[in-house]
């Protein structure tokens, strides 16, 4: 696990300040109609203007800058040309490269008027992640994390996501430790200041488990049901934990 310095936190800071300026201009352009080729066209133009770099765009072969997730896909969704419909849900998953460090945050939006249920999986999936983030201290266990979201998910009925998890953070789009969205708190490694983790919670409304698409990229709930995914990179810090960058919408 890499420790960042106070400097390279702020330049993480900036990184990801940039991430959640994008989300929130995205956000204000969601809407029925708007394909989500055109929101990946205007966050690369917002991410390159800023003088960053798109950090998915051809990670590990990904054809675009973001990761554009309806409905039922859980992450890692493929930008393309069909529209959005009224009552759907979009995760946006965002990352940029700033001056040698990696930003990297998401957010689950509501498409015109959504079902009550979905609402509620929206609200449920973003305190989860405020959870997780209270639970980052000194001194505290990695697995204080995951149990703080399982712990939420579930007494409110939905389901934590095995597969996919969360990860550290900085010169490296992922590095060590994983970070799950679920577990048995008071085990793992003790986290330190400087340690940078992009907490992730992926939360479905009917069963846990995942499909995947023929694409390789696309990771689908096994029920067709609903999911969210809300996602902050988090620094550990003497007096608690330090949401960087985190905009005004997020």
Not at 237 to 246: C, H, Y
Request: aromatic share 6%.
């Amino acid at each position: 696990m890499v420790l960042k310095t106070k400097g390279e936190l702020e330049l993480m800071d900036q990184a990801n300040a940039l991430v959640h300026e994008v989300l929130d201009h995205l956000g204000g352009l969601i809407a029925p109609g708007v394909t989500t080729r055109e929101l990946d066209g205007t966050a690369e133009k917002m991410i390159r203007g800023a003088g960053a770099v798109p950090a998915f765009l051809h990670y590990k072969g990904f054809p675009a800058t973001l990761c554009t997730s309806i409905n039922d896909v859980i992450v890692h969704g493929i930008p393309d040309d069909t529209p959005l419909e009224d009552g759907d849900i979009i995760g946006i998953d965002c990352g940029v490269l700033f001056k040698g460090y990696y930003g990297d945050s998401a957010r689950t939006f509501a498409v015109g008027e959504v079902s009550a249920g979905a609402l509620e999986l929206l609200d449920v999936t973003r305190g989860s992640l405020e959870k997780a983030v209270e639970s980052v201290r000194p001194g505290a266990h990695l697995s204080d994390i995951g149990h703080a979201v399982q712990n939420h998910v579930e007494s409110h009925g939905f389901t934590v996501v095995r597969e996919f998890v969360g990860h550290g953070i900085g010169t490296a789009l992922h590095e060590d430790p994983q970070v799950p969205n679920f577990g048995r708190p008071g085990r793992g490694p003790r986290l330190k200041p400087g340690l940078v983790l992009a907490i992730e919670p992926m939360v479905n409304a009917g069963v846990p488990g995942v499909k995947m698409d023929r694409d390789g990229w696309t990771a689908r709930t096994e029920d067709g049901s609903l999911s969210a995914h809300f996602e902050f990179s988090v620094a550990v810090t003497e007096s608690g934990p330090r949401v960087l960058g985190r905009g005004a919408g997020a």
